[in-house]
């Protein structure tokens, strides 16, 4: 079953360790990050972009998936299905639809339309037991079309917004999605401590989490992240091994093109990465 993300971010961030959000894009990926999650015994948020979620048939197709793959599979560790971005009509969507978790990534408005938008939503998600991830300052790099200059939020802004009871908050600290440039002047711990103890508690969630070196990582959770949301590395761990296997002719030996065999590589690379990561944070056996 389903679970808010909630309790297990509250407990990530008193345990000091952050739980990983890793972005899904078709049945490969969801089975790999979910078996992985469960071998392990770490809580796991499944990450779905809009556009994600339209590739897989929208979200109700999402949800019935992940719903059966949980109960067919045996998962037993705590799973989050989180709308990741979403604009305030996806957030709906993906309410109505089943989600246990949803952001509403209001960065790009006013900050007084941020916090209209946000109250309203805060009062939909706690009704429905759903966790609401909320972001104040944009984040750099490229998102479904969108691209950010990876500013850093204000601390009093985060600290508004974070106010209006939001379960999770994502602070632009100079982190960008997709892969780092080689002139990225690296996070910028100052705006992250200044954001933590303006709120407190509130777990604080990375985006962009590929190719941001292990010691800034470790550094971040330390200060109070603890949600980090991986997306590339995955794409790039499958991209990688599924061209090893065409490349070295495999497809083309004996029934190497049946999509289960085609496919295979990939997924272990995804498992390979998820698992990796979840070392990083710290999750393994905090299920
Ligand atoms: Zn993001």
């Not at 049945?27 to 499944?46: D, G, M, Y």
């Not at 790009?108 to 339309?113: G, K, L, M, Q, S």
């Not at 296997?245 to 295979?264: H, I, N, S, T």
Request: hydrophobic share 40%.
């Amino acid at each position: 079953m389903l679970v808010s993300a909630k309790e297990m971010l509250q407990k990530a961030k008193a345990g000091k360790y952050a739980v990983g959000q890793f972005n899904i894009n078709n049945l490969e990926w969801t089975k790999a990050i979910l078996l992985t999650a469960q071998e392990l015994n770490s809580p796991v948020i499944l990450g779905v972009s809009e556009g994600a979620g339209k590739y897989m048939c929208g979200y109700k197709t999402v949800v019935g998936m992940v719903n059966g793959m949980i109960e067919e599979l045996g998962i037993t560790v705590p799973v989050a299905l989180h709308l990741d971005h979403g604009s305030y009509e996806a957030c709906y969507k993906c309410i109505d639809a089943g989600f246990s978790s949803v952001m509403f990534d209001g960065s790009h408005y006013p900050i007084d339309e941020n916090v209209a938008k946000t109250t309203e939503l805060v009062k939909v998600c706690n009704e429905k037991g759903l966790s609401l991830e909320a972001e104040v300052g944009s984040i750099g790099g490229e998102e479904d079309g969108v691209i950010g200059a990876g500013e850093c939020a204000d601390p009093d802004e985060c600290k508004m917004i974070a106010d209006l009871g939001v379960t999770m908050l994502a602070a632009g600290i100079g982190n960008i999605h997709g892969k780092y440039p080689a002139n990225w002047k690296g996070l910028s711990f100052e705006t992250l401590d200044a954001v933590q103890q303006k709120t407190g508690d509130m777990p604080l969630v990375l985006h962009g989490g590929t190719g941001i070196p292990e010691d800034m990582i470790k550094k971040a959770i330390s200060l109070g992240v603890a949600k980090i949301n991986v997306n590339t590395e995955c794409q790039l761990a499958f991209a990688a091994a599924t061209r090893t296997y065409v490349e070295a002719g495999k497809d083309l030996q004996g029934k190497g093109f049946d999509p289960r065999k085609l496919l295979a590589p990939g997924f272990d690379a995804i498992k390979a990465t998820v698992k990796e990561k979840m070392e990083l944070f710290g999750s393994v056996n905090k299920a």
